[in-house]
């Protein structure tokens, strides 16, 4: 008789445990799902980007670059950075661009490369930012849809962590030179 | 010794709770205070200022970035991307707006919709900045949570006139 009670009783702990075991598990579960989202939406997040419109800076497929949150978020970033852009054309899409003017510059661009050297100069409109492609031949940018307002920007790319032969930061280092811009904070419409 | 473990498991708490709070946030749902009268009636229809409204933003919405005429949703501001406007969707992509203040239509583009008030005086709006990317929007007001008799669904409702059929 008195086995038996105990072995009830060893029973029910073990229920127990079994039970408040799965309820921890299933918190730190919440908690690191938790945490990740957080870390990928306001510190860090890694993108593969893909597509010919940043050659030669990234290649066509297989870079896997880091991207940081905070200078979009903080205001900070500038001409000749990488960044993340949400389309304007295409909301679930995000896109990979160089960051050509701020609000107020005058950009020019070449309006058909490759069909005629024709350029074109506007002023970025207070609020927008103007982004364009590394190859400007194979690149839907700004110069397609215009200046896009700063709140599409998602994220600057600052290392490239794979292939590990090109590991390294992606700085603001484009061959050409960004010289089109007047910086005279033009008042803009 | 104790009074620094008991602070310790109290911060801890605290971040955890942070991290879950900041999560359900962004992904599934946030309160949110409307200001200005640009919306009224629909929300702060009194001009009591101490009686803001407040709305549950829902962020199902932006998995696909689908909405409806007459959805009111919250974007950042195409001219300023701190600030936060909350406005009704007038026009998606494709359809053909009449301007507000002049005789022209124009057509919105891909990716874009068109927003207004529900107040005709409000001036930050659609008339005023274009048609906005809806990769700005940040979530749709579905509820009315705060004053509690003003609480219930906000409705979607669709002005007259402002289409222009094609």
Redesign the interface.
């Given at each position: 008789m008195a086995f038996r009670k105990v072995r009830d009783f060893l029973y029910v702990m073990r229920e127990k445990n079994i039970v408040r075991e799965g309820m921890e598990m299933a918190f730190l579960t919440?908690?690191v799902?938790?945490?990740l989202?957080?870390a990928n939406?306001y510190l860090f997040t890694i993108v593969l980007p893909y597509g010919p419109s940043m050659l030669p800076t990234l290649s066509l497929n297989g870079d896997l670059i880091l991207a940081e949150r905070v200078s979009t978020r903080l205001?900070s970033v500038d001409r000749g950075d990488i960044v993340l852009v949400?389309?304007?054309?295409?909301?679930?899409v995000v896109v990979t661009k160089r960051l050509i003017g701020l609000e107020g510059d005058s950009v020019s661009y070449v309006v058909e490369p490759g069909k005629s050297d024709r350029t074109d100069t506007t002023v970025v409109?207070?609020?927008?930012v103007w982004v364009e492609g590394d190859n400007i031949y194979a690149s839907r940018d700004s110069r397609n849809?215009g200046p896009?307002?700063?709140?599409?920007?998602e994220g600057k790319f600052i290392w490239r962590i794979w292939p590990p032969k090109d590991f390294g930061s992606l700085g603001p280092n484009k061959t050409e030179p960004i010289s089109d811009k007047d910086l005279s904070s033009t008042e803009a419409i | 010794m104790g009074t620094q473990n008991i602070m310790w498991n109290y911060s801890k708490r605290i971040f955890t709770f942070g991290l879950i709070g900041i999560t359900i946030s962004d992904r599934y749902a946030s309160v949110a205070a409307v200001r200005g009268s640009s919306m009224s009636p629909t929300f702060n229809s009194s001009s009591d200022t101490l009686l803001d409204d407040y709305v549950l933003v829902e962020k199902f919405c932006l998995e696909k970035y689908k909405f409806s005429h007459g959805d009111v949703v919250v974007f950042s501001s195409p001219q300023n991307h701190k600030e936060r406007h909350i406005k009704r969707i007038i026009g998606l992509p494709g359809d053909w707006v009449g301007l507000r203040h002049s005789s022209d239509v124009i057509k919105i583009p891909q990716g874009h919709c068109w927003v207004e008030g529900d107040n005709p005086s409000s001036s930050m709006d659609s008339n005023s900045f274009g048609p906005v990317p809806l990769g700005l929007v940040q979530g749709r007001a579905s509820h009315i949570v705060w004053p509690p008799q003003r609480l219930g669904a906000v409705e979607r409702k669709v002005p007259e006139g402002r289409l222009s059929s094609s």
């Open positions: 919440l908690k799902f938790c945490g989202h957080v939406k205001g949400r389309s304007p054309l295409h909301p679930t409109p207070k609020g927008h849809f896009v307002p700063y709140g599409l920007l | -």
